[in-house]
């Protein structure tokens, strides 16, 4: 079934959607940079977004290979236990349009912060930069895990589809996100983004329907579930440490800098009730969308052996060769090849920020006046680069997208999310307890990822997240009598 995919892609009308598909965002791009002159425009858009983008393009850009490789993948080995993986981040992001960002979209603006360890730095009138220098650190560690992963599935996706070479695909997945990102900056990613997530939507939605009707109905997969291995249908077979791990994945939502400036850029932060209306449907319909498709994959791909590679991150790839014609299959491999990488490019913008507002800008060039002109050419120049760097280190990565982007999640999520929350929540935090929780968090993650996670199975997340927590209250008491 694995070879489907490539005769069906070699189907004129095929190829010539999926190369539309593939070239759309540089369309959106060019449009996106008539509006793209300043800094904050290239960063955060301008502060202009509506509620619906930005609802739309959070989600997606938290989303992408995890979601649509990794757990219908996940789906595929372990069956129903993997709905555990979309529930906790679900509900915390609902919160976290209401509550969370419109408090965030309210500071940064009042301090003109237009990137998170902005915020950091002038909500705590951090002048040595302490939080500042630290949070370049963990973003320079965690997003490179991160970029590595979105560009190792975007170009493992392609690569398959088109039946070229892994290098040749990355050259390709690299060269098309680094294009429209110079050319339009946040702006081109977050329209791009919306794009994308209703590309998605369609996949996710269809592709499960039509392999239903292909096995005869919900009663007959159910039965012939049953007769594979009973336990894809036992929403606990996979253990209380996973399960805890699976819902803690939504403790990290609240730390992933390229999903929070998505509601600093809203024009109307009481808008952001609406996107989380938009947000939380969408969670909701692609994750249970994923997970449908590794069931029903299961079924109608029961032999790994018949998957690329035998990866069954591959599933969704070799469902849609089956079962779509030449022009929805076009759409939708182009379509997830771009979903995989709006990611990517939103962490992208992170690096591009963090180096040159929070590295360069604030402390090696703080003294000196930079035009809006040089500060646009300078981000622009460090996507290219940080660009050209993620693509090595994703052609050294091993396949292993679900688990890579669980921990980068992870080390991000427990350094940034205790330290917002409590920072727009508690007038009692300190800059010393902002600073411990955000160390603290990183080095937990990465200890119990290295020598506890296997013997308890247990997300590192999770330890890393309460961890945090505790050194922010306690550090913060301490500092705060002193």
């Known amino acids: 079934m694995a070879e489907d995919i490539y005769d069906k892609l070699s189907d004129p009308l095929a190829l010539t959607i999926f190369i539309i598909t593939l070239l759309i965002p540089v369309a959106v791009g060019l449009l996106a940079m008539m509006r793209t002159r300043s800094q904050s425009d290239f960063f955060i858009g301008g502060r202009a977004m509506g509620a619906f983008v930005v609802g739309l393009s959070a989600v997606s850009s938290g989303r992408s290979s995890w979601l649509v490789l990794g757990v219908s993948g996940m789906a595929y080995v372990s069956g129903v236990g993997a709905i555990w993986a979309i529930a906790g981040y679900t509900m915390v992001e609902a919160w976290q349009f209401i509550y969370l960002g419109r408090r965030l979209r309210n500071e940064s603006q009042k ?7 902005d915020y950091f730095e002038s909500r705590f009138n951090d002048k040595a930069g302490l939080l500042r220098i630290t949070g370049v650190v963990i973003i320079a560690v965690f997003i490179t895990a991160y970029v590595a992963a979105q560009f190792n599935a975007g170009a493992k996706s392609l690569s398959t589809a088109m039946d070229m070479s892994l290098i040749l695909a990355l050259a390709i997945s690299g060269l098309l996100v680094m294009v429209y990102m110079v ?7 977050a329209y791009n983004d919306v794009v994308r997530a209703l590309i998605m939507l369609v996949g996710l939605v269809v592709l499960p329907v ?17 007769q594979l291995n009973p336990a894809h249908l036992d929403l606990f077979s996979l253990g209380t440490g996973v399960i805890i791990g699976f819902i803690g ?10 999903m929070v400036i998505r509601y600093m850029s809203i024009k109307d932060p009481v808008q ?6 938009f947000g939380t449907c969408w969670n909701i319909i692609l994750g249970i969308g994923a997970v449908s498709i590794g069931l029903v994959g299961r079924i109608l791909v029961p032999d790994t052996g018949r998957l690329p590679d035998g990866d069954p991150e591959m599933i969704y790839l070799v469902l849609s060769s089956g079962y779509f014609g030449p022009v929805l299959y076009g759409l939708l491999v182009g379509g997830v090849f771009a979903a995989i990488l709006s990611t990517a490019d939103s962490q992208l913008l992170v690096v591009a920020s963090t180096f040159v507002r929070d590295l360069y800008e604030k402390v090696i060039a703080k003294r000196r006046v930079i035009s809006e002109k040089r500060k646009l050419y300078l981000s622009r120049a460090v996507v290219i680069l940080s660009g050209i760097l993620a693509l090595v280190l994703a052609y050294m990565a091993e396949n292993l997208v679900f688990w890579l982007v669980l921990f980068a999640w992870g080390g991000l999520g427990a350094a940034f999310g205790p330290a917002l929350i409590m920072s727009l929540f508690w007038k009692g935090v ?7 929780g955000m160390i603290g968090g990183s080095l937990i993650c990465i200890g119990w990822y290295l020598w506890f996670k296997e013997q308890t199975g247990i997300y590192e997340l999770i330890p890393a997240f309460s961890g945090a927590l505790v050194l922010i209250v306690a ?7 002193k």
């Open 111 to 117: 301090y003109d912060s237009i990137t998170l360890l």
């Open 475 to 481: 550090v913060s008491l301490v500092t705060r009598q």
């Open 272 to 277: 952001l009730k609406y996107s989380a209306i």
């Open 249 to 258: 994945i939504g403790l990290g939502s609240p730390g992933q800098p390229h």
């Open 183 to 189: 050319l339009g900056g946040y702006v081109a990613v």
């Open 430 to 436: 300190t800059r010393e307890g902002i600073a411990a």
């Open 210 to 226: 039509v392999g239903l009707v292909n096995i005869g109905g919900i009663g007959v997969l159910v039965e012939m579930i049953l």
